[in-house]
């Protein structure tokens, strides 16, 4: 590769083209409970990345012959046909099943999975616009919409993308950072990478650290811990989200319940009244 | 996945125990490896194959070569497809499609592994035209643990034994491209493997790891932490397997173990692999299985 190009795109990758810093995420909106019809749900964005989640409630394993006392999950992630421009369907597909068992392996550990054995719960996920770091946008979608569930975990995941292109650390990646990211590199040792490091934040504990790339042990575990304090952020976001929600959901019952109260009131004078007539 | 053996409480305690004191039932320490039985080019029908053997452990991997066009999107390389098929000889739960989950999940590992650092320019022929397309598929005839990595020393293995046809001539008729390949069978290319990782899985038991480990420390544990070792050291590659979750720390260490154990392994597969090519074409087979 000439040496121009090389410095090309590295200029590319530090002058981000949303200018943000290196360390610095994308803003991020989600929304819980969007979907009326299942038990759990959440919308998420991140920049661009659009991703929905709903979770159903747990339900028998079928086909099962034996008792397994511990639950299981039952992830499905998909990205909608209009998502993605330039992959291949059998790629694509590909992609798919290994996201789905890698979410399954990181949401797993925050679950308390004990408490409903012999039973699964399914989680969908769809990825309506993709524009980077999807994956990890499909994990904290997830664990959101099981906390909306009122399924019982022991924390929220948090999940964080980030690519190394040389000494350059970014954070959740664009599309377009993702490919210049995991480029082949000709030469012995330059690091190139993508971490996708899903954490329960609570515990410090990291529940599935999933990467790929050419990477030095040294390079790898340091970002590793770089990125369990970028996840402590996200992890207080999301709380905050979820306190808010409830809240929300609080003040609503409340509303609800002082107007079912007035509607009795009025049933129980119109009733005291009748027997008088 | 499904647990292969079950082991009742005080069996796993021992075994735990055990590997406290580094000390395991086998007589190993926590970072031995059991030996392994591998030989190369004993299949007929294909461009590379190897057997390995690692304690009950019995894998078959084949290569086949074919060709191909390139990808749009990288127009001069190659190709290559893991295939793997867990075979219900080695286990009744993967009859039908109970071994499907598993031979994924290898599969995903091996191609996450070689993804990124394995040079497919080697296998294209001409540009946007033609490339080789390598098949490697995997049987897994028999389980004792340790899966992932013996399926990776396999597949290193058959991919070092594997000779791709020489082509004579290459021509570009219109828009079809033709190649007139060697008719002396013996008139190939060796495949290039320097570059090729090993996976290595570390197993964490109590508070520490053990490599290689036998089905019954497989199901004491609750992380498997499975890393792609290339022969200089670096890493292209890594996941976890198993319900449990890990702190950076003990992620630190189980990468430096990987690493160490890795690059020693890498070393003697290399050298074994060479040995048996100077033996030659004369050398002694030791049956099929």
Redesign the interface.
């Known amino acids: 590769m000439p040496s121009v190009q090389a410095t090309s795109i590295k200029e590319q990758l530090r002058n981000r083209e949303d200018g943000r810093k290196h360390d610095e995420f994308r803003k991020m909106s989600i929304k819980l409970g969007v979907v009326t019809q299942v038990k759990g749900s959440a919308y998420i964005e991140m920049g661009d990345t659009k991703v929905i989640c709903s979770v159903h409630p747990p339900r028998e394993i079928h086909n099962k012959v034996s008792f397994s006392p511990?639950g299981e999950l039952f992830v499905e992630f998909k990205y909608a046909l209009f998502a993605t421009t330039?992959k291949r369907d059998a790629q694509l597909e590909k992609e798919e099943?290994?996201y789905s068992?890698?979410m399954k392996?990181a949401l797993?550990?925050a679950v308390c999975?004990n408490e409903f054995p012999n039973f699964q719960i399914d989680i969908y996920v769809r990825v309506l616009d993709d524009n980077g770091s999807a994956l990890a946008a499909a994990i904290i979608a997830a664990s959101l919409a099981l906390a909306n569930a009122s399924v019982p975990m022991k924390g929220i995941v948090t999940a964080v993308t980030a690519g190394i292109h040389d000494d350059l650390v970014l954070y959740d990646l664009t599309v377009e950072e993702e490919k210049l990211c995991?480029t082949?590199v000709s030469k012995?040792n330059l690091d190139?990478?993508i971490i996708m490091q899903a954490m329960?934040s609570q515990?410090?504990?990291?529940?599935?650290?999933?990467?790929?790339?050419?990477?030095?042990?040294d390079v790898?575990?340091d970002t590793?811990?770089a990125l369990?304090k970028a996840s402590e952020n996200i992890h207080l976001l999301l709380q905050e989200t979820l306190l808010k929600y409830v809240n929300k959901t609080l003040e609503q019952d409340r509303e609800s319940k002082s107007v079912n109260k007035k509607l009795e009131a009025m049933d129980v004078n119109n009733t005291e009244k009748e027997p008088k007539k | 996945m499904s647990e292969l053996v079950s082991l009742s409480l005080p069996e796993k305690t021992f075994i735990l125990h055990g590997i406290d004191v580094n000390f395991r039932n086998d007589g190993r320490s926590r970072l031995d490896c059991r030996p392994i039985e591998l030989q190369t080019k004993i299949m007929d029908q294909v461009n590379g194959s190897a057997k390995l053997k690692i304690d009950d452990t019995e894998i078959l991997v084949g290569v086949k070569v074919e060709e191909d066009t390139p990808d749009e999107?990288s127009p001069s390389e190659g190709k290559l497809e893991f295939f793997v098929d867990c075979s219900a000889n080695a286990n009744p739960i993967f009859e039908g499609k109970g071994g499907d989950?598993l031979a994924?999940?290898i599969s995903?590992a091996l191609s996450?592994a070689y993804?990124?650092?394995f040079?497919l320019t080697e296998l294209c022929i001409l540009p946007s035209k033609k490339c080789w397309k390598l098949y490697v598929d995997v049987l897994i005839l028999a389980c004792g643990g340790n899966l992932f990595d013996a399926v990776a020393a396999a597949v290193k293995a058959a991919l070092y034994s594997t000779e791709i046809p020489q082509v004579k001539d290459a021509a570009v008729d219109g828009v079809e491209a033709d190649i007139f390949v060697s008719d002396d069978i013996f008139n190939s290319v060796k495949l290039d493997v320097k570059n090729a990782p090993l996976l290595i899985s570390l197993c964490k038991i109590g508070d520490n790891y053990v490599v290689d480990p036998t089905p019954e420390e497989e199901v004491c544990s609750s992380a498997t932490?499975v890393v792609a070792v290339?022969p200089?050291?670096?890493?292209?590659?890594?996941?976890?397997?198993?319900?449990?979750?890990?702190?950076?720390e003990t992620?630190?260490k189980a990468?430096?173990i990987a690493?160490k154990v890795g690059v020693q392994l890498n070393n003697e597969i290399m050298k074994a692999l060479e040995e048996e090519e100077k033996l030659g074409p004369n050398r002694a087979l030791f049956g099929f299985l």
């Open positions: 511990e330039d099943q290994n068992s890698i392996r797993e550990p999975r995991s082949k012995e190139r990478g329960l515990y410090n504990q990291i529940t599935e650290p999933f990467y790929s790339g050419n990477l030095d042990c790898l575990c590793m811990e369990q | 999107n989950e994924t999940e995903d996450l993804k990124d650092v040079d932490v290339m200089n050291g670096r890493t292209s590659g890594g996941l976890k397997t198993g319900y449990g979750s890990l702190m950076v992620w630190r990468i430096q690493k």
